[in-house]
């Protein structure tokens, strides 16, 4: 029952993410899935890599995050939240200038996650990251990655950030 139940909430989340060209929806934020997750999400070898230009960062010296495609496939949607622990919120704030994503607002920040603004094929995206000026700690930067229906990557984590 609790199975049954968690696939299908799992399955409406991961159509979100591609299901909605101009972006992922609010309902994702947490759970960070796209709708079409009836499928699964896909196992093995991730052909793209989430990476911080630092370890380091403070509220005035961002980083930057790269969503870069490793091989063949590009991507269509996404999702990145810089995340603590095991909380589910996003912490601090994305900037999405000269990307082609969009910056959204989560529950319990702005522009604290940062999604697609189009179904367009890409091979990467570069996004700045700020934290909160009140934050210490360390977090990692998540994405999931969608690139077809049936294709998607969840639980793609970044190199850990120490926020001073
Ligand atoms: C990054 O994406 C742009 C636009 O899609 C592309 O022209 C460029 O070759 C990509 N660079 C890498 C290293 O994948």
């Known amino acids: 029952m609790l199975n049954t139940y968690l696939v299908i909430a799992s ?11 101009g972006g992922a929806p609010r309902s994702a934020c947490a759970s960070m899935a796209p709708i079409h997750m009836l499928f699964g999400a896909q196992s ?20 930057t995050v790269t969503l ?7 991507f269509r ?4 939240q810089a995340r603590s622990g095991t909380e589910t919120t996003g912490v601090g704030s994305f900037s999405a200038e000269g990307s082609q994503g969009k910056t959204m607002d989560c529950p319990g920040g702005t522009a ?11 091979k ?11 934050f210490q700690g360390q977090v990692t930067m998540k994405a999931t990655v ?3 229906f049936r294709t ?13």
């Open 11 to 21: 399955a409406l989340v991961a159509a979100q993410v591609t299901a909605f060209p």
């Open 44 to 63: 093995g070898d991730v052909p793209f890599t989430l990476s911080v230009s630092s370890g380091e960062s403070n509220s005035a010296s961002p980083v």
């Open 68 to 74: 870069q495609a490793t091989g063949d496939a590009d």
């Open 77 to 80: 949607g996404y999702m990145i």
């Open 112 to 122: 604290n996650a940062v999604t697609h603004s189009s179904r367009v094929r890409r």
């Open 124 to 134: 990467n995206e570069t996004f700045l990251w700020t934290p909160p000026a009140d």
């Open 146 to 148: 969608v690139v077809g």
């Open 152 to 164: 998607f990557y969840t639980e793609l984590h970044s190199t850990p950030v120490t926020v001073v």
